[in-house]
């Protein structure tokens, strides 16, 4: 499932790394010719601050409802650093540990579960365009993309590090304020892999959704 994933995530910041700026063409019947109108972005961002709620779909044992907030500095249209991230996640238990201790003597240590995470990306933002919804109300909206790295923090007062990659959706409702989606993938490693045989590899999945506030536009 792991895999999927990834390669999902993977093929969508693919497309988006190949992707022109949108134009849309129209016949000149006067000049003989064809015209090229770019429309300049509506909103601009620059300092954004995020506050999602999301959840942690990937882990079996635990319930992880999720907090996350986020800084980002927007370069320009395309390029932003989201300078500093943290995940932090409010764990559940599913009930499933203790059936499988009671049923089969699994060692309690072997549930470690996630706890935190914090991250810092390169995001890159090139779609840009604007909705009619009922044919009333122009909705302004873009797709962006993030790749970067993640150390997260786990139950059994381990750091494990690693590469994160994601995808997200914003919709804006005024200059200073919008709406946006992410989905995150990181995987991470606690020990090396060949070097240390009790090495592991987690995958950690975000689903999420909230608020963002624009500064200094």
């Known amino acids: 499932m792991h895999s999927r994933v990834v390669v999902a995530i993977v093929a969508i910041v693919a497309l988006f790394a190949a992707a022109a700026p949108v134009r849309a063409q129209y016949d000149d019947e006067q000049g003989g010719g064809t015209a090229v109108v770019i429309q300049n972005r509506k909103f601009k961002m620059a ?67 996630l706890l935190l995470t914090v991250d810092s990306n390169y995001v890159m933002k090139p779609f840009y365009g604007k909705l009619a919804l009922f044919n009333r109300t122009l909705i302004y909206a873009e797709l962006f993309a993030v790749v970067g790295v993640t150390a997260s923090f786990w139950s059994d007062d381990s750091w494990r590090p690693g590469p994160d990659i994601g995808v997200g959706a914003r919709f804006f409702v005024t200059e200073w304020f919008s709406i946006r989606t992410d989905l995150r993938y990181a995987v991470v490693l606690g020990g090396v892999p060949l070097v240390d045989p009790n090495a592991t590899i987690d995958g950690i999945l975000l689903l999420a959704v909230g608020a963002s506030f624009n500064v200094g536009y």
């Open 47 to 113: 300092h954004e601050f995020t506050l999602e709620g999301g959840t942690l779909p990937l882990d079996a044992f635990v319930k992880g409802a999720t907090l996350s907030g986020r800084y980002t500095l927007h370069f320009d249209d395309f390029s932003a650093w989201e300078i500093a991230g943290g995940t932090f996640s409010f764990n559940i238990d599913a009930g499933l540990k203790q059936q499988l201790i009671d049923r089969f003597g699994v060692q309690p240590q072997s549930f470690a579960s």
